[in-house]
């Protein structure tokens, strides 16, 4: 197999949309694309693919610990002229220990980020190339759901399986539609239902289906503008090669693909078999924390 | 005048969507006012409404302080099989000191939140009912900016300057744009000036022109399903009255409706003079973090 | 067995040291008292009692997480005159995820804190009586240790072990000391060892041995001044009882009497056998967390 | 005069305890010494010297915020078996932003620590060497408290104006007192009055009255374990030199010599000039923070 640093060379993005550019292959999303992909709203059908964040999330603790909700005021013991009351609360969490997308300055190897930035300019002060908020005008576009699980006709895919070129081809036969430029990619595993129905957070995140390495060029030639999962890191784990997260390494760093993770693609692929119709508008904006490696989100899929 | 309490009972919407609604006037955004505001993008300009979320954002301490981003891997002394590197942050944050949606479980009266829930629901251990993940679908529809600041030809209004219905009747007139059901409203003061120009979190947080108590029988008469600043409380402060935020009493707890506050409208306004077009498509979606009264956004208005 | 209702108020400490007193059994530890405990520093010999706080300690999530460390500076990236650099950090935990003394505003039954005061007083914004930082000028006065543990010849005691009074008396006997008016009592059980030999936190906060209600009256009637354990709540669990915690409710809201968690006495102990020494000066402040209803702390035993 | 790269070089206590120590000046405090310290404790009297830890504390903001406080539960809306009923709460917070020991790996230059260790031991990970828990088995012994502001007869000493050998020598005399092996020294400059009186985080940070480059060797010379003082960075700021901090870089870097800062020695100082003891049991564990560089501490002197 052609190693990840071989394939990231040969997919390399760098300079493509200039010597400056922080936001990657989202640049594929141009405007018509915008214009185009609201099209997609026929019905006006909704889905948020956000999880919930709080306590009870997928992280079984280590580096990343679930969101840590607290009440700074609950209207209790308030005296404010009028009866007025309110509540407020805080929020202590990292900041992808839930739906998340991916900044570009998340991954990086051989001392270079995306675009060829070198990787110093991620230290304790945060990202200063490539932060997430960098993408802050977006990311909204087309979304095609590729439903996997559903088309090797299994409640989940297994940890370990996967996910190949050609099932993406075949996921778009069966489901007649196909991805394009500027489309942001959603692939269920169904592995957000190994958490959902057990609880268990370290069953969750012991690996996972999900694309191999030969999908990276199929992403490249479709000149794809993003891609989500509903697993944690979109590639398959255990990793085909002895690498650690090799996909991430070619998707990030080389083509400057984000990504977007631990999404619930759950209503959505049901309404999807019912109706037949796999692609709609998708409005997905990272919230824009200064110098961060990543953002919470909560996709907005819309018919 | 009127006291809040006799104006929030008069436009009350408690029981209008049901007894167990915990949406309030987003309800007013309907499948087919979604399709209808998709039409609106119409030739794929993007604007983020967003502030950036950091330390030098404007809260100048107290009960909120500014978020604070924190790197918990910056790729250093990492040693991963095949040379992967990875970034990794935390935030620690109150979940309304930057750009954000209160959820309707953020301001109470008497006893009671919005449909009439005892406001026994909201303590230390979070909103039971009416949290912003309710939210979750949501808040995306028709965006319609009234540009007041440009109304009265000024950079920005004063603190204590109240805006009328009028005001917003003659911005409609002048804009040529009407405002409607199911519609999000965005009404720019210039007051995020204030904060921009000097970097004075005390200056921007000491007052603020904004709406007063008329706007909300305007507000509820046109059925907006919701209403977003660049001021940090959507309404006039100095108060009209000596109640405490009397706006929000009676938009949030009476009339079921989610204020956006702290929001950057400059890039939009310029571009809405230009061409003229102050409508558009806009998509706001909460995080949706369990059994909070806020969530920081990024809205995303898309021409 | 008597209720733990009767128990407290047989046993009450309220008005005590007088109607506005917000330290309680501490007040046991007059000046001379501290003078004489003094002379127990013989031959400099000291041992601290804190356990690392860190990642891997002993929560195993829910309301109550290990302490997050995050770094804010490195030294790296700094560009100060003449050569200077710095490191810097946060944290983030709960004030009693590690070793702590529990405050007199932790735990309550029927509407009131220790003294009579009103539960009313612990809200949102915290503790407005007996907070952690009234007991500031101090802890600190002659240790007594009383190793229960090693008094049965085991390693550790098990889940649900009660410790009694006449345990209590016979350690005393066996290891030659007197508990008296003004000490500070530390217990071993041993039950540090169960987290510490397999970092199962689960495990460790499963149950405990622990004092059992009746140790309330031997602790009342010798004037202790505090209590400190290496298991973390001090009191058996499984109760002895139907009800959550009742020596908690007896020690804490009717004696007044703060409650040491999650303490470390291997060391000590191995010295103390070698020795036949089981007293010594004890110092162990709260850091002085305003409105807080409890403090981490690293207790110093000094021989 | 003197570099301070100069200074440090000549003196050097790298490799004094072994080039495995991480303790620096406190081993002077040997067993002896506490043994001779407790002798000090003759009344009973007891000073707490750490400052309230809260949101109105002496940070202004910045890469430090002052202590954030939040309660995870009230005891409201608790259904335990039995009534029992608990109050627990979080604390987010910069290890050094209130009284606080610096550990030995905060402060280096030229790529070397406190004995010669590399600088890279300090990452976002944490501090592999020379964090604060390996001070955990300390730091106690003989305080000794030299009242500077009171020397030149003022409630506080102005920024900028250097603490020299000789003020600390006339204070030994006008105090008739001596500074040994192994004593935890205190300085007071009265600067604490400046945030006291005004509450003016900006103020009080802007600059400090401190010792000067020149007491490096006076500390050296008398085998000082430890050097707390009651303004923000012991040191006199601005700096006598260009040269940023650089008593940080000789005491801290060259001599291992840990600093208290942000200490409260009013009531200390109020009682000794009273009766005339300036010397005194002080015992100021750290909390056992893995990897830290700093830890909060309330230090008690008991006389």
């Known amino acids: 197999m052609e190693s990840y640093r071989d394939l990231g060379a040969r997919l390399s993005n760098w300079n493509r949309w200039g010597p400056e550019d922080e936001r990657g292959t989202v640049n594929f999303?141009?405007?018509?694309?915008?214009?185009?992909?609201?099209?997609l709203i026929r019905t006006g059908k909704m889905f948020d693919l956000g999880i919930p964040f709080g306590a009870d999330g997928p992280q079984p603790g280590g580096g990343r610990v679930n969101p840590v909700h607290l009440m700074r005021e609950t209207g209790e013991n308030q005296d404010f002229p009028g009866g007025f009351h309110f509540a407020d609360d805080?929020?202590?969490?990292?900041?992808?220990?839930?739906?998340?997308?991916d900044g570009l300055s998340h991954v990086f190897y051989d001392g270079h980020l995306y675009n060829g930035y070198s990787s110093a300019h991620v230290d304790s002060h945060g990202a200063k190339k490539l932060s997430i908020d960098k993408m802050g005008k977006g990311i909204?576009?087309?979304?095609?759901?590729?439903?996997?699980?559903r088309l090797k006709g299994v409640d989940h895919m297994q940890a370990g399986e996967v996910i190949t070129p050609e099932d993406l081809d075949q996921a778009m036969a069966a489901q007649g539609v196909q991805v394009g430029t500027g489309d942001?990619?959603?692939?269920?595993?169904?592995?957000?239902?190994?958490?959902?129905?057990?609880?268990?957070?370290r069953a969750f995140m012991s690996g996972e289906p999900g694309i191999g390495l030969a999908c990276c060029e199929w992403l490249d030639s479709r000149e794809v503008a993003a891609i989500a999962c509903d697993n944690w890191a979109v590639e398959v784990l255990p990793s085909e090669t002895d690498d650690a997260l090799p996909v991430h390494c070619v998707l990030i760093r080389d083509l400057g693909m984000t990504l977007g993770?631990?999404?619930?693609?759950?209503e959505l692929s049901a309404d999807c078999t019912q109706d037949g119709v796999y692609e709609f508008f998708l409005a997905a904006p990272p919230i824009k924390f200064a110098k961060a490696v990543g953002s919470p989100i909560n996709p907005l899929a819309i018919k």
Chains 1, 2, 3, 4 share one sequence.
Do not use: C, H
Not at 141 to 149: H, N, Q, S, T, W
């Open 29 to 39: 999303i141009t405007p018509d694309k915008l214009v185009t992909a609201a099209r």
């Open 140 to 149: 909204a576009g087309r979304g095609v759901l590729l439903d996997i699980a």
């Open 184 to 201: 942001i990619l959603l692939i269920r595993t169904g592995w957000r239902n190994v958490f959902t129905s057990s609880g268990d957070a």
């Open 90 to 101: 805080y929020i202590f969490m990292p900041l992808q220990s839930a739906s998340q997308w």
């Open 261 to 266: 993770e631990i999404l619930d693609f759950e």
